[in-house]
C-alpha cells in the first residue's frame, strides 16, 4: 500500500515542480519579456475641404482641416481640427465654425463639435456650438449637427442640419510618436558627440606632429 502512495505522490510532487516552466497557450504566442511601449507611426496631413450643407436652407461650405492619425492594423485613431466657413445661398447668412472630431477604428462612427459665428451682412448675427456626429470614408465626411445660437431672432440659420463634404490633403506626413522621436534625437545627440570627440582627437595629433617637425 506504501508503494502506489509514495509514487503518487512523487509525481504530484515532480508536475507542481515543473509547472512554473510549462507554459499552456494554444496559438504559441511569447510572452513580452519586457514592458517597453511599442513604437506608433503617426500620419499628419492638412488641406482643403469642400461640401453642401442642407437643411431649412442649403448653404456651401469651404475650408481648412488638419488630420492626426495613429496608424494600426486592428483600432486606428485619427483627430481632426477644422476651420470653415459657410455662404446659406437660401437666406444670404454667412457663417464661421471652428471645431474638432475623432474617430476610433475603421468604420465607426466620428464624434465632434464647433464653435459657430453666424452674421446676416446686416448688423445681426448668432454664436454658439454645434455637436456633430457622423460617417467618414474615402475622404468623403457625412455629417449631422445640430445649431444650438444664441442672437438675433431674425438671423435664419440652419437648425438640424446634414452637410457632405470632401477633403484634399496638400501635404503629408509620417512621424514617430514623442517617446520614440526623443530616443531617436538622444540616440543622434549621441553619436554628434562621438563625431565632435574624433574631430578634437584628429586635431590633437595633427598639432603634436607639426610641433614634433617644427
Same mark, same amino acid.
Request: charged share 35%; hydrophobic share 30%; proline share 2%.
Given at each position: 500500500m506504501r508503494l502506489p502512495v509514495l509514487l503518487v505522490l512523487s509525481l504530484f510532487g515532480l508536475?507542481?515542480?515543473a509547472q512554473p516552466s &510549462? @507554459? !499552456? @497557450?494554444? &496559438?504559441?504566442k511569447k510572452e513580452? #519579456?519586457? @514592458? =517597453?511601449s511599442p513604437k506608433k507611426l !503617426?500620419? #499628419? @496631413?492638412?488641406? /482643403? !475641404?469642400?461640401?453642401l450643407q442642407k437643411g431649412m436652407g442649403t448653404a456651401v461650405e469651404l475650408g481648412y482641416e488638419a488630420h492626426w492619425r495613429k496608424m494600426s492594423l486592428s483600432n486606428p485613431t485619427i483627430f481632426g481640427a477644422t476651420t470653415n466657413m459657410e455662404y446659406d445661398v437660401s437666406n444670404h447668412v454667412l457663417a464661421?465654425? /471652428?471645431g474638432m472630431w475623432m474617430k476610433k477604428g475603421r468604420v465607426n462612427l466620428t464624434y465632434g463639435g464647433n464653435?459657430?459665428?453666424? *452674421?446676416d451682412l446686416e448688423g445681426q448675427h448668432k454664436y454658439g456650438i454645434a455637436p456633430a456626429i457622423g460617417f467618414r470614408l474615402a475622404g468623403f465626411h457625412f455629417l449631422n449637427s445640430y445649431n444650438l445660437l444664441a442672437g438675433d431672432d431674425d438671423v435664419k440659420v440652419n437648425t438640424l442640419f446634414?452637410? +457632405?463634404r470632401y477633403y484634399f490633403p496638400v501635404d503629408n506626413k509620417f512621424t514617430w510618436d514623442r517617446k520614440t522621436l526623443k530616443r531617436k534625437k538622444q540616440r543622434q545627440k549621441?553619436?554628434? #558627440?562621438?563625431?565632435?570627440?574624433?574631430? =578634437?582627437?584628429?586635431? *590633437?595629433?595633427?598639432? !603634436?606632429?607639426? +610641433? +614634433?617637425n617644427i
Open positions: 508536475c507542481a515542480h &510549462f @507554459n !499552456i @497557450n494554444p &496559438f504559441g513580452k #519579456k519586457d @514592458n =517597453k !503617426i500620419q #499628419k @496631413n492638412h488641406g /482643403a !475641404i469642400i461640401g464661421y465654425r /471652428a464653435l459657430v459665428y453666424v *452674421n446634414v452637410s +457632405l549621441e553619436r554628434d #558627440k562621438k563625431k565632435e570627440e574624433r574631430a =578634437k582627437e584628429r586635431e *590633437n595629433k595633427t598639432g !603634436i606632429k607639426k +610641433l +614634433l
